[in-house]
C-alpha cells in the first residue's frame, strides 16, 4: 500500500515535471529556466551579467534585460569540428565548462569554433549535457546545489541516468521583457505601495497595494525602452510570466486628467501605449491619443489606500507619479 502510494506519487511528480519541458529550436532567442522550483515563488532564469572572458552564468530572478537572459542554442557544424550544439548569448559569447570535474563552474567565453567545452546537447528529458566529458554517465548543466537564490553560480555534474535530478532538468521558455514590480514611495506608512490588480477580467482596475500583499498580482513584464517593447505593460495573471496576460489601459482612450486605468486584452492600441521615460525620474508616460500635454501615471488623490484605482493626470514631478520597476521579490506570485 505504502509502496504503491509512492510510486503513484513519483509517477505524478515526474509526469509534472516532463510536461514542462520545452528544447529549445537552434537558433531562437529563450530564456532558460530551470524546472525545479520546490516552494520558491519567484521565476528563475539563466543571466550572465555582463559580455566579457569569465562571466559566470547565474541563476536570477527574470529581471534582467534581455540582453542578459536571451540564449540562443545553434545547430552542430561537423565542418567547423562541432559535433554538438553551442549556447550562445551576447551574440558571440559561449557558455563552457572548464574541466570534467563535478562542481566545475559554468562561464561564458568568447566562442570558439572547434572548442569542445563550449558544446553541449539539450536532450528532450531537459538534460544539457557537456561535451567536454567523455565519460559513458556524460556531465550535465546542474543548479549548484538546488539553490534558487539570485547569484548562485552555475555548475557541471555528472549526469543523473534515471533524470530524476531535478537541478539538471531544464526548459526554454519564451523570452519575455524583464519582469518587475512597479512601486510608488508616496506611502507615508514607509511601506512601498505597488501597482497590481486582482482580476483578469477585461475592465479590471488598476489600483495600488502594499508590496507585502500577496492576495493581488503585481510582477508586471515591463517595456524595455531602447530594446523594443516601447509599449506595453504587461500583467501576467499565470505560471512564469505566462497567460492569461492582460495591458494596462486608459479606459476608452478618453485622453483627459482623472481617468481611470484599468486592464485589458492587449490590443498593441494607443490607450495601451506607455513609456517609462522621458520624463521626471519614474514617470510613466501615455503616449496614446494626444500629445498636446502628456498624461502620466498617477497615484489618485496621492491616496495610499490598498485599492485606490490608478488614473492618468498631467506629467509632473509630484510623487504621485513616480513609479520604479524593481526585481521581483519573495513573496512574489
Ligand atoms: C576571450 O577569450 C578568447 C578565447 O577563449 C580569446 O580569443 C579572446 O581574445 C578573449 N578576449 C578577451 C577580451 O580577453
Ligand atoms: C545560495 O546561493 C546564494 C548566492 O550565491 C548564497 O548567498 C547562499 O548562501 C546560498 N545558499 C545556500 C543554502 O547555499
Ligand atoms: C480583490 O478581489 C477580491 C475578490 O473579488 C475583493 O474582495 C478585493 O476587495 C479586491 N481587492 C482590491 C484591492 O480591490
Ligand atoms: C494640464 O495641462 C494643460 C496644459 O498646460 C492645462 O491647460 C490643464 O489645465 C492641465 N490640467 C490639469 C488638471 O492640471
Not at 544539457?128 to 548562485?152: E, F, H, K, V, Y
Not at 500635454?293 to 498617477?298: A, G, I, Q, S
Amino acid at each position: 500500500m505504502t509502496s504503491l502510494f509512492f510510486a503513484l506519487v513519483a509517477t505524478a511528480v515526474l509526469v509534472g515535471v516532463q510536461a514542462q519541458i520545452v528544447v529549445p529550436s537552434p537558433g531562437n532567442v529563450i530564456q532558460i529556466q530551470p524546472t525545479f522550483r520546490g516552494a520558491f515563488p519567484r521565476t528563475p532564469c539563466l543571466t550572465v551579467f555582463g559580455a566579457t572572458n569569465g562571466s559566470a552564468l547565474f541563476i536570477q530572478d527574470c529581471s534582467a534585460s534581455t540582453e542578459e537572459r536571451g540564449f540562443q542554442l545553434t545547430a552542430p557544424v561537423p565542418s567547423i569540428g562541432q559535433i554538438q550544439g553551442q549556447i550562445h548569448i551576447f551574440n558571440t559569447f559561449c557558455l563552457e565548462a572548464p574541466q570534467a570535474t563535478n562542481g566545475a563552474k559554468v562561464f561564458i567565453n568568447s566562442c570558439v569554433d572547434d572548442l569542445i567545452n563550449q558544446e553541449w546537447t539539450w536532450n528532450p528529458n531537459g538534460q544539457i549535457r557537456w561535451a567536454g566529458s567523455q565519460t559513458a554517465i556524460g556531465m550535465c548543466l546542474d543548479l549548484t546545489d538546488g539553490n534558487l537564490s539570485n547569484g548562485n553560480q552555475m555548475q557541471i555534474w555528472d549526469c543523473d541516468p534515471n533524470n530524476a535530478n531535478e537541478n539538471q532538468i531544464w526548459t526554454s521558455a519564451t523570452l519575455l521583457q524583464p519582469l518587475s514590480e512597479i512601486i510608488n514611495t508616496a506611502a507615508v506608512t514607509g511601506a512601498n505601495l505597488c501597482m497590481a490588480a486582482n482580476s483578469s477580467a477585461n475592465g479590471s482596475p488598476v489600483f495600488v497595494v502594499p508590496c507585502f500583499d500577496t492576495t493581488a498580482r503585481r510582477v508586471w513584464i515591463a517595456p524595455q525602452p531602447g530594446h523594443g517593447n516601447a509599449g506595453s505593460y504587461q500583467l501576467s495573471f499565470g505560471v512564469d510570466g505566462g497567460a492569461p496576460v492582460k495591458c494596462l489601459d486608459v479606459t476608452d482612450g478618453v485622453d483627459a486628467p482623472g481617468t481611470k486605468l484599468q486592464l485589458w486584452d492587449c490590443t498593441e492600441g494607443p490607450n495601451q501605449q506607455f513609456l517609462p521615460a522621458p520624463g521626471p525620474p519614474g514617470n510613466i508616460r501615455w503616449n496614446g491619443i494626444s500629445q498636446v500635454f502628456p498624461m502620466c501615471v498617477d497615484l489618485t488623490n496621492g491616496v495610499s489606500t490598498p485599492g485606490n484605482q490608478l488614473q492618468i493626470w498631467n506629467c509632473s514631478t509630484n510623487i504621485n507619479q513616480a513609479w520604479f520597476p524593481i526585481p521581483p521579490r519573495q513573496l512574489d506570485i
